[in-house]
């Protein structure tokens, strides 16, 4: 479906339920990593529950790859020239560095990190690049792998969009050729997790090609969004049930969770088979893309999960969920060892009911915090491109 330049002035879509969305996510993984972190990975079900929780750090992933691709499309279409690389690198550098330096300063004592007895590793983890070594990565705080392959995303945009501008051509935007491109992606990636396994590589599962899959259908959702504005009679644009989504999101999951795989939450020293990492990646991906396509493309109905997505707290939550991610580990962590005295582990429900509220208090601080000095870093970065007058 090809579109010209100039664009018809599109009707607002109402997209609030996607920052709802991250909210719930947040909380269903502090929900699965409180298991880890209790010891309950040899109990087959919450161990199965934890792996299956992984659907939402991939819903994290698709909606960051919809969010910042959506912006660059919307240039591509505009016909505008692109965002420069060095000002898109540091607004990303200023959005996640100042929250993640600050977690790390705090979570090295707390959760007795050596981080800092390889300097290299330590460089390595205080820029978000560890991921590439397994000593590195399982020396720094490890949820944080899904930030690293984030970061490789922020990378790979500026590549993609001079790839897609030289294969559109000038003053085009067509559909079909930038789906063509991001399903080239997908199969990029699944080849590249096949290699991984035909040469035995003990790194590389969590690496970003490792998720180009995972980048191709967020990137997918901005495609159809950018080409099919709302109010322009004839586009197709997809409107989508919230229960239905969600229902076939859970679905999904509930049908991994069935196969009864080795819980193997993170692939790393020991990577299960190739068949069922395919299958586990499968299903995240599918799962977090429907959840995330239902607010993409809403129907309009203010359906209960609609109206519990969009309500104001949920919106509040969802604001902070990257700080929600990033302490919750500390947090889970620091209870567990002060307050579990003569036992091994608090009980899962009472960290779940102390680590959560905590975890959201030290978040919304964290927020307030990390905003105050990313718009002042923000002032300082590179100046955007001078405008361009496009005929």
Not at 86 to 92: H, S
Not at 320 to 349: C, E, K, M, T
Request: with cysteine.
């Amino acid at each position: 479906m090809a579109t010209s330049g100039t664009a018809a002035p599109a009707r607002a879509v109402d997209q609030s339920g996607l920052w709802g969305l991250r909210g719930v996510a947040a909380i269903a993984v502090v929900l699965a990593h409180t298991v880890v972190v209790v010891g309950m990975t040899q109990v087959e079900w919450p161990a199965q529950f934890a792996v299956a929780a992984i659907a939402f750090v991939h819903v994290f992933l698709v909606q960051s790859a919809y969010l910042l691709g959506r912006g660059y499309l919307r240039r591509q279409r505009a016909a505008e020239p692109a965002e420069r690389a060095g000002r898109f690198l540091w607004k990303r550098a200023t959005r996640i560095l100042p929250g993640y330096w600050l977690m790390l300063a705090v979570a090295i004592p707390v959760m007795h990190l050596a981080l800092w007895t390889n300097k290299l590793d330590g460089l390595a983890a205080l820029f978000l690049v560890n991921v590439y070594s397994v000593p590195a990565l399982l020396a720094g705080p490890i949820h944080v792998w899904c930030l690293q392959v984030e970061a490789g995303f922020y990378l790979l945009l500026p590549l993609h969009d001079r790839l897609s501008r030289r294969l559109v051509g000038k003053g085009r935007f067509p559909e079909q050729p930038l789906m063509v491109l991001l399903l080239g992606y997908a199969i990029l990636g699944v080849l590249f997790v096949a290699v991984l396994y035909t040469g035995q590589w003990k790194v590389g599962y969590t690496w970003p090609f490792a998720y180009l899959t995972t980048f191709a259908l967020g990137m997918g959702l901005a495609v159809v969004d950018v080409c099919r504005p709302p109010g322009v009679p004839g586009n197709r644009r997809p409107r989508l049930s919230a229960a239905w989504c969600v229902g076939i999101a859970v679905l999904i999951l509930a049908l991994m969770i069935a196969t009864r795989l080795p819980p193997e939450a993170v692939n790393i020293t020991a990577p299960i088979p190739f068949w069922q990492s395919l299958l586990r990646r499968a299903c995240n991906d599918l799962a977090a893309f429907f959840l995330v396509a239902a607010f993409v493309f809403p129907d309009g109905r203010r359906s209960l999960v609609h109206l519990v997505l969009s309500s104001a707290p949920a919106q509040w939550l969802g604001q902070r969920s990257f700080h929600v991610y990033l302490w919750h580990i500390p947090v889970l962590f620091q209870l567990d060892q002060r307050l579990r005295g003569d036992r091994a582990h608090l009980p899962y429900l009472e960290l779940v009911a102390l680590g959560i509220p905590i975890s959201i208090l030290v978040a919304a601080a964290a927020h307030l915090l990390v905003s105050f000095v990313t718009e002042r870093l923000r002032g300082v970065g590179p100046r955007p491109a001078p405008a361009v007058a496009v005929s």
